[in-house]
C-alpha cells in the first residue's frame, strides 16, 4: 500500500475540520508556521537607540462631529454625556487615532508571552479606546462595563486573522483574543447596538503607537537605520515615508491628511 506523506495527510484533515472554509484554516496555519512571525524581537544595543516622534495634523475644517441616537436601547440612553461620532477627531489642527508604526525596515516580531493585554472596554455603549494597536501575537482583553448585552465583531481585513463573533452579558467576564497576523484597522463593531465601532492595529513589530488627543506619537529604543514609516486612519487612508534613524538620534516625522 502506497502511504501518503505527512503532510498531505495533515492538509486533507484541516480541510475535513474547516468544512468549506479551508482558505482561514490556510491563513492561520502560515501564521503559525512563519518563523519571522513568531521569533523575539532582536535585542536592541541601548547604546546606539533612538527615538522617533512626530505629530500627525489635519489640514482645513475638521467635520462636525454628529450626536448619536441611543433610545433603542434604555441602558445606553442612560449613559452620561453625549454619544458623538469619533471618526474625525481634531484638536487644534491635531488628529488623534493614528496608527503610526514602522512598516518595513525592521525585523518581524512577536510580542514577548509576558506582554500585558491591551483592554478594549465597552463603557456608555462606545468601545473605549476607539482605536488600539499590540503587537502580533499579543492579546486583547475585552471587557462589558454596561449594564446591557454587547458584542464584539472583528470583520478581517487582507492577510488578518479570521473574523470573530463574542457576545458579552451585562458585566460580564472578560474575554480575551490573541492576534497572530499583522493587520491595519480591523474594524469591530457591535451587532447589538449598531452605531459602536472600533478599530484593532497588529503591528508586525515592537515599534508603534496610536496618537493621542493632541495628534502626537514616540516610538522609543528603535536601532538605527532606514525605515519606512506608516500612519494610517480609518477614514482619511495611509501615508507613508521613509526616514533614516542615526544611532542616539532623535528624530521628528511628521504626516498631514486632508479631509477627503
Given at each position: 500500500?502506497?502511504?501518503?506523506?505527512?503532510?498531505?495527510?495533515?492538509?486533507?484533515?484541516a480541510v475535513l475540520l474547516t468544512g468549506c472554509k479551508p482558505d482561514k484554516a490556510?491563513?492561520?496555519?502560515?501564521?503559525?508556521?512563519?518563523?519571522?512571525?513568531?521569533?523575539?524581537?532582536?535585542?536592541?544595543?541601548?547604546?546606539?537607540?533612538?527615538?522617533?516622534?512626530?505629530?500627525?495634523?489635519?489640514?482645513?475644517?475638521?467635520?462636525?462631529?454628529?450626536?448619536?441616537?441611543?433610545?433603542?436601547?434604555?441602558?445606553?440612553?442612560?449613559?452620561?454625556?453625549?454619544?458623538?461620532?469619533?471618526?474625525?477627531?481634531?484638536?487644534?489642527?491635531?488628529?488623534?487615532?493614528?496608527?503610526?508604526?514602522?512598516?518595513?525596515?525592521?525585523?518581524?516580531?512577536?510580542?514577548?508571552?509576558?506582554?500585558?493585554?491591551?483592554?478594549?472596554?465597552?463603557?456608555?455603549?462606545?468601545?473605549?479606546?476607539?482605536?488600539?494597536?499590540?503587537?502580533?501575537?499579543?492579546?486583547?482583553?475585552?471587557?462589558?462595563s454596561d449594564p446591557t448585552m454587547h458584542n464584539i465583531h472583528m470583520t478581517p481585513?487582507?492577510?488578518?486573522?479570521?473574523?470573530?463573533?463574542?457576545?458579552?452579558?451585562?458585566?460580564?467576564?472578560?474575554?480575551?483574543?490573541?492576534?497572530?497576523?499583522?493587520?491595519?484597522?480591523?474594524?469591530?463593531?457591535?451587532?447589538?447596538?449598531?452605531?459602536?465601532?472600533?478599530?484593532?492595529?497588529?503591528?508586525?513589530?515592537?515599534?508603534?503607537?496610536?496618537?493621542?488627543?493632541?495628534?502626537?506619537?514616540?516610538?522609543?529604543?528603535?536601532?538605527?537605520?532606514?525605515?519606512?514609516?506608516?500612519?494610517?486612519?480609518?477614514?482619511?487612508?495611509?501615508?507613508?515615508?521613509?526616514?533614516?534613524?542615526?544611532?542616539?538620534?532623535?528624530?521628528?516625522?511628521?504626516?498631514?491628511?486632508?479631509?477627503?
Amino acid at each position: 500500500m502506497t502511504h501518503r506523506p505527512q503532510a498531505a495527510v495533515l492538509l486533507a484533515i484541516a480541510v475535513l475540520l474547516t468544512g468549506c472554509k479551508p482558505d482561514k484554516a490556510v491563513k492561520t496555519a502560515a501564521n503559525i508556521d512563519n518563523p519571522a512571525a513568531t521569533s523575539a524581537a532582536p535585542a536592541v544595543d541601548p547604546a546606539t537607540a533612538a527615538t522617533l516622534h512626530g505629530t500627525v495634523s489635519f489640514s482645513g475644517t475638521a467635520p462636525a462631529r454628529i450626536p448619536i441616537d441611543m433610545s433603542m436601547d434604555p441602558a445606553c440612553a442612560l449613559a452620561p454625556g453625549t454619544n458623538l461620532t469619533e471618526q474625525i477627531l481634531v484638536a487644534h489642527g491635531h488628529l488623534a487615532n493614528v496608527y503610526v508604526y514602522i512598516k518595513s525596515g525592521a525585523p518581524t516580531s512577536s510580542a514577548p508571552a509576558s506582554t500585558a493585554p491591551v483592554v478594549l472596554d465597552q463603557k456608555g455603549c462606545r468601545y473605549l479606546p476607539h482605536v488600539i494597536a499590540l503587537q502580533q501575537g499579543g492579546t486583547v482583553e475585552f471587557h462589558n462595563s454596561d449594564p446591557t448585552m454587547h458584542n464584539i465583531h472583528m470583520t478581517p481585513t487582507v492577510g488578518s486573522d479570521p473574523a470573530v463573533d463574542i457576545s458579552q452579558g451585562p458585566m460580564g467576564a472578560a474575554q480575551t483574543h490573541t492576534f497572530t497576523a499583522p493587520a491595519a484597522m480591523i474594524p469591530v463593531r457591535c451587532n447589538n447596538h449598531p452605531w459602536m465601532s472600533a478599530f484593532i492595529n497588529v503591528a508586525p513589530n515592537p515599534w508603534f503607537a496610536v496618537t493621542s488627543a493632541d495628534g502626537t506619537f514616540t516610538l522609543p529604543n528603535l536601532p538605527p537605520g532606514t525605515y519606512t514609516v506608516a500612519a494610517v486612519h480609518e477614514k482619511l487612508g495611509e501615508q507613508d515615508i521613509q526616514v533614516t534613524v542615526p544611532a542616539k538620534s532623535n528624530i521628528q516625522a511628521n504626516f498631514t491628511f486632508a479631509n477627503k
